[in-house]
């Protein structure tokens, strides 16, 4: 098996393709990339036989911004006989994935491939059972053994394949389900508490997302994303021109500043978290936000980086290489990851973490 299949969101394709091409040649693997817009996946075809399975377990895939998921795959299966889709699927993975932990059947996600959702969800219990009968599949659900994915693009036509569970999506299409609460005043909630999910060690919830810390959201209304901070028991400053959701007022967590989220200056020195979702040039979101983080005002942030033009990867590499290089100058060390979440729309969603500073009087460690 010499492809590497990336799903993305559909539109996204020429920037996944655009990073894996660049990922890979960093690690001297060489391809070409296959891309049909819109159809929610890129396939990456390596040069040489093994060097698909290199990449899956070398780059790191929270490193990847455009890719929901990456999955290593063989030729395309075209024209499954109906009578019995399950042996072509089975006869692929043989002597190639030695006793997976877990299967999943998915499709692109695209509109195209709902009525093709369904016919997978049936396939599923017949190719599990064929799958450990040939010791593909271990007889138990195993989280620490090779996920096994078959990908359906069209009807009777599939692709084979296998990831590590320690360098994946652990989700499902490589998209979480989370919950919209129903007392939420915006939909865009879910960013952020997607962003939680996908940034945040669920273990490291505790200490990085308690109770009492204090946040700043810029372009907080109407308040989904302050929603999440004060549901955590956070103390939040939520900085908008606009109106807040009154619920949230209620809580007697928000301070509500009718300001300039480009001019605000925090009036306390302990805030841990800064958000931003204000609708402006990615350059001027990641300037301010390394203003923040340079004079020491926050220390995780969590920022949209909007994305309504042509050259999507390249702005985004510009503006991620400008956070590292400002920190770099400070001597600042830090976590920089970005990720286009299944909640995002025309947008990143970019995380940074300050861990130490060099500056005297200004060490970061708790
Ligand atoms: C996409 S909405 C934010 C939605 C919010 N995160 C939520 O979950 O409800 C963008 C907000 O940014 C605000 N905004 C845009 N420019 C701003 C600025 N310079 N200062 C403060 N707020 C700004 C807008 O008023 C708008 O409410």
New binding site residues.
């Given amino acids: 098996m010499n492809k590497l299949a990336l799903y993305c969101r559909p539109g996204f394709e020429k920037e996944c393709a655009a990073e894996i091409t660049d990922k890979a040649a960093q690690l001297e693997i060489f391809g070409f990339a296959r891309v049909k817009e819109n159809s929610g996946y890129v396939l990456f075809e390596c040069y040489q036989p093994d060097d698909a399975d290199r990449l899956a377990k070398e780059i790191p895939f929270r490193e990847l911004i455009f890719a929901r998921q990456m999955i290593v795959v063989g030729e395309l299966l075209r024209d499954l006989p109906p009578e019995d889709r399950v042996s072509p699927i089975v006869g692929m993975l043989i002597g190639v994935v030695d006793r997976g932990g877990e299967l999943r059947v998915e499709v692109p996600d695209t509109n195209e491939s709902k009525e093709l959702m369904k016919f997978c969800r049936k396939l599923t219990v017949p190719l599990r059972a064929a799958m450990r009968e040939q010791k593909v599949l271990m007889a138990r659900e195993n989280a620490t053994r090779p996920v096994v994915h078959v990908f359906f693009i069209a009807p009777g036509c599939c692709y084979v394949g296998y990831s590590y569970s320690k360098n994946n999506s652990p989700f499902y299409m490589g998209i979480p389900r989370l919950k919209f609460p129903a007392d939420a005043?915006?939909r865009?909630?879910l960013k952020l508490e997607e962003a939680f999910h996908v940034f945040i060690p669920a273990d490291e919830w505790d200490e990085r997302l308690g109770s009492g810390m204090y946040a700043v959201d810029?372009?907080?209304?109407?308040?989904?994303?302050t929603y999440q901070l004060v549901k955590r028991s956070m103390m939040v400053h939520a900085?908008?021109?606009?109106t807040m959701a009154q619920s949230l007022m209620e809580t007697g967590q928000v301070t509500h500043h009718r300001a300039?989220?480009?001019k605000f200056e925090p009036t306390r020195n302990n805030i841990y978290w800064l958000v931003c979702?204000?609708?402006?040039k990615p350059a001027r979101v990641t300037s301010l936000v390394i203003n923040w983080l340079l004079k020491g005002w926050c220390r995780e942030a969590i920022f949209n980086l909007k994305l309504p033009m042509k050259k999507r990867y390249e702005e985004v590499s510009q503006n991620l290489q400008s956070i590292q290089e400002a920190l770099a100058t400070a001597d600042i060390s830090a976590e920089i990851h970005a990720k286009q979440l299944y909640h995002d729309r025309e947008e990143i969603t970019v995380h940074v973490r300050r861990m130490w500073s060099a500056i005297p009087g200004r060490r970061d460690e708790r």
Avoid: Q, R
């Fill in positions: 005043p915006s865009s909630t810029l372009g907080a209304c109407p308040g989904g994303w900085v908008d021109n606009g300039d989220g480009f979702d204000m609708v402006e």
